[in-house]
């Protein structure tokens, strides 16, 4: 059974950083893109950062510059690292896995809280 566990969500002072990671199981985890959403309440899901099986990242305009997206396919982990939080990245995070090449097949995990407040 397909598994992606996020991690590292908590509450963050505005200014500060945090690290979210995701586990996968049970797939090969080099053939998939990875992402992170987010969900802020009463909002759509939204791409916030990608990479893909080549290692190209793609970021939201709103988190350039602050969060960074890694991939360790040895680990079978996606991370993102998040710098200068904002109370507007206030969210739930979720973890998705898209195969690189067969459209549909595609993960999502359970999703981590990412507070900003002080």
């Known amino acids: 059974q397909v598994q992606l566990v996020e991690s590292g969500g908590g509450l963050v002072q505005p200014g500060g950083s945090l690290t979210l990671s995701c586990a996968a199981s049970?797939?090969?985890?080099?053939?998939?893109?990875m992402g992170w959403y987010r969900q802020a309440p009463g909002k759509q899901r939204e791409l916030v950062a990608s990479?893909?099986?080549?290692?190209?990242?793609n970021y939201t305009d709103s988190v350039k510059g602050r969060f960074t997206i890694s991939r360790n396919n040895a680990n079978n982990i996606v991370s993102l690292e998040m710098n200068s939080l904002k109370p507007e990245d206030t969210a739930v995070y979720y973890c998705?896995?898209?195969?690189?090449?067969?459209?549909?097949?595609?993960?999502w995990g359970k999703g981590t809280l990412v507070t900003v407040s002080s």
């Open positions: 049970s797939i090969i985890f080099s053939s998939y893109n």
């Open positions: 990479i893909t099986t080549g290692r190209i990242t």
């Open positions: 998705n896995a898209q195969h690189f090449r067969i459209y549909g097949v595609n993960y």
